[in-house]
C-alpha cells in the first residue's frame, strides 16, 4: 500500500507485478520445504512416542490411566 495519511486504497496498490516467477528457484524452494517437512513429521513421531512414554511411566507408577491423563494435561501446558 502506498504511503498516505488517509490510508485510502487506490489501484495503484493493485498493480499486478509483470516479471515471471522463476520457476527453477520455485522448485529449488519446493524441494526445501519437502525436505523440512520430512524433518517436521520425524520430530513429530519422536514427540509422540516421548508423550506416550510419559504417560505409560504415570500409570507404571501406580497412577490409574486418568490420573496420569489428567497429570499429564498439567505438565504440557
Known amino acids: 500500500m502506498t504511503n ?6 487506490s489501484m ?12 527453477e528457484q520455485m522448485k529449488k524452494d519446493l524441494e526445501n520445504v519437502r525436505a523440512l517437512s520430512d524433518i517436521i513429521i520425524e520430530h513429530n513421531r519422536i ?3 516421548i508423550i506416550r512414554e510419559k504417560y505409560l511411566v504415570l500409570v507404571a ?3 490409574t490411566p ?6 499429564w494435561k ?4
Not at 498516505?4 to 486504497?9: A, G, P, T, V, W
Not at 495503484?12 to 520457476?23: E, L, V
Open 4 to 9: 498516505r495519511k488517509d490510508e485510502r486504497i
Open 12 to 23: 495503484a496498490d493493485f498493480k499486478m507485478d509483470t516479471k515471471k516467477p522463476d520457476i
Open 47 to 49: 514427540q509422540a512416542r
Open 61 to 63: 507408577e501406580g497412577f
Open 66 to 71: 486418568q490420573e496420569a491423563i489428567e497429570l
Open 74 to 77: 498439567v505438565v504440557i501446558k
